[in-house]
């Protein structure tokens, strides 16, 4: 897909957008693992204490988040990962000894290819041991970054992305037209996509195998070899899968980088470090008023032991808590609803709830960091109670979440007050249970696609309609090109739905739910009402709790409010 139809598909096509309200920075990191409600530090201090703990060198490349009036174009290319994160990330690696351990924390949506390599090939020829770490995702290229390293560590629901070979489906469009009845810019891309899947495949190759093979291995083949969908989340079974050595032991420090880094954006290009664990015992005793000089970006600061903050003491008075010492997502207005539901079910309760006021109005990266997060931090045997409340989003990030509530080992339940649309859906078929108020509605999971030449998104349905219609030799080259993916696209998406619904439903009403979702037959808004939903034979109730349309109803008057909101 173009790099236009990308960024459209994914919402990022307006150069108009409406200014965010400003997030509510501040709040402390949630520590997943650890049990803790307060933080230790900010993300300098963090790296610090993953680097004594491992006695390693903390490389860190995470993206941040559309600020404050930015749009959404410039904070598209300001994360995507390109020449300043490869020049930053170069000149940290140039600080370590050769033969010492690295770590290096991975969170991102993509890259350049050329950056991507960079950093790659930098990781793959340090000789001491590498371990990248990916908490959450690193989607589309980056996840060639994650191949580098010796070890590959995930989060027990992170995933990584297959990449799309575009030579295929274009050298598919010549064929199944004849060269002569295509357009110049076909032929051209032609050219420019075999040299390009070649040279990634070869490159899978050199870091798998160090040479040879001339990017015909099975794991080239497997990544770059048009199997799957780079839409379709690369799970740690996944992954293993395909032949991938990955283990999902991720430290409680990592998640807490993480969220530390989007509580306290800095100007810089994502990539942070600190100090070698050698020279940290000599940091601790150099004057506050000088800067590191290991960091690119002058701000960080290591304290003297005496100057060095104070962790918060812990009350015991939760109302004495503020946002400083609690999870950032734990809304005060919200908390008491939760607790009467938690209370009530003997459960925990998540909620996902969008709308255009609140920071994200549909399912989208940060919903997908901020919901594996609580997932993280859950017992994952108790009881799980999402209120969702989306009318859907990334197709990607949809399935990643519906993977991780299908992975809990708790009895799950979803509660529909109102909507879940699309990717919303496709998050209820993993639930044991879903509760829907008598007139809320669920819809199709059919996947949009936007088509360049017209400038619209259509069901891949209705592309594929036009491949069964129309003679191929008159069929435009873009739109013959998507009905060719979205042949396998339909097919996967069919197959993603049955593993959703395994063991939950028979096989007979799992297909039949598969089909009627997600087969082209309805429009995608169309609403699957509590009546219809239990007619098509999902597990549904009406029994709606009123707090969880409280919860939804608080959210209309509280513009700064995160869309994830869970009470630790």
């Not at 340090?126 to 070890?151: C, D, W």
Request: proline share 7%.
């Amino acid at each position: 897909m173009p790099l236009k139809g990308f960024l459209k598909a994914i919402g990022l096509s307006s150069a108009e957008a409406e200014e965010p309200e400003v997030p509510a920075f501040g709040g402390p990191a949630y520590l997943a693992a650890s049990g803790r409600n307060a933080p230790t530090g900010d993300w300098e201090h963090i790296i610090g204490r993953i680097q004594r703990a491992r006695n390693s060198h903390v490389i860190a490349l995470v993206h941040g988040h559309q600020l404050p009036r930015e749009y959404p174009w410039e904070w598209y290319f300001r994360e995507f990962i390109g020449p300043r994160h490869m020049e930053d990330f170069l000149t940290a690696m140039a600080s370590v000894p050769a033969t010492a351990k690295l770590d290096v924390v991975l969170h991102s949506f993509g890259g350049s290819f050329l950056a991507v390599q960079q950093i790659a090939r930098a990781i793959k020829a340090h000789k001491g041991e590498t371990t990248v770490f990916v908490p959450h995702y690193a989607q589309h290229m980056s996840t060639l970054i994650a191949l580098a390293a010796r070890n590959i560590v995930l989060g027990p629901n992170a995933a990584l992305s297959f990449i799309e070979p575009d030579d295929q489906v274009l050298s598919n469009v010549v064929n199944q037209k004849g060269a002569r009845n295509v357009s110049d810019l076909t032929v051209m891309r032609l050219h420019m996509e075999k040299n390009w899947c070649r040279e990634a495949r070869e490159f899978v190759c050199e870091l798998e195998h160090n040479a040879g093979h001339a990017g015909h291995c099975s794991l080239a083949m497997q990544l770059v070899g048009g199997k799957r969908s780079p839409w379709d989340p690369m799970t740690p079974k996944l992954a293993r899968s395909i032949g991938l050595p990955i283990s999902t032991s991720v430290p409680a420090e990592v998640y807490e980088l993480i969220r530390a880094s989007r509580s306290n954006p800095v100007a810089d290009q994502g990539v942070r470090t600190g100090p070698s664990p050698a020279e940290m015992q000599a940091a601790a005793y150099m004057p506050f008023e000088k800067h590191s000089p290991w960091r690119p970006h002058a701000t960080l600061r290591e304290l003297r032991p005496d100057m060095a903050p104070r962790a918060r003491q812990q009350s015991g008075d939760d109302d004495d808590q503020s946002a400083a010492s609690s999870w950032e997502s734990c809304n005060i207005a919200a908390r008491p609803y939760i607790t009467r539901l938690e209370q009530r079910r003997g459960s925990r309760v998540l909620c996902v709830i969008h709308n255009d006021q609140m920071e994200s109005g549909s399912v989208d990266l940060l919903t997908a960091e901020d919901t594996l997060t609580a997932l993280y931090a859950l017992d994952p045997h108790v009881p799980l109670d999402i209120v969702l409340h989306t009318p859907g989003g990334l197709a990607y990030q949809g399935m990643q979440l519906a993977r991780a509530i299908k992975a809990h080992k708790g009895k799950k339940t979803v509660f529909v007050p109102f909507y879940a649309m699309s990717a919303g859906t496709i998050m209820t078929l993993a639930a044991d249970e879903i509760v829907m108020s008598d007139h809320a509605a669920l819809g199709p999971i059919d996947t949009q696609i936007y088509v360049p030449s017209i400038g619209m998104r259509f069901p891949t349905r209705a592309i594929l309609s036009v491949l069964e219609t129309k003679p191929k030799k008159k069929i435009s080259d873009d739109v013959l090109e998507l009905a060719l993916q979205c042949q396998r696209d339909q097919g996967e998406h069919h197959n993603n739905a049955l593993e959703l619904m395994a063991g939950t439903y028979p096989s007979s009403t799992a297909h039949k739910i598969a089909h009627h979702l997600n087969d082209g037959d309805l429009t995608h808004g169309y609403p699957l009402t509590y009546t219809a939903a239990k007619k098509l034979g999902l597990k549904v109730s009406n029994a709606m709790p009123p707090e969880a349309i409280d919860l939804i109803r608080i959210f209309r008057r509280d513009r700064s409010a995160r869309s994830v909101l869970f009470c630790p």
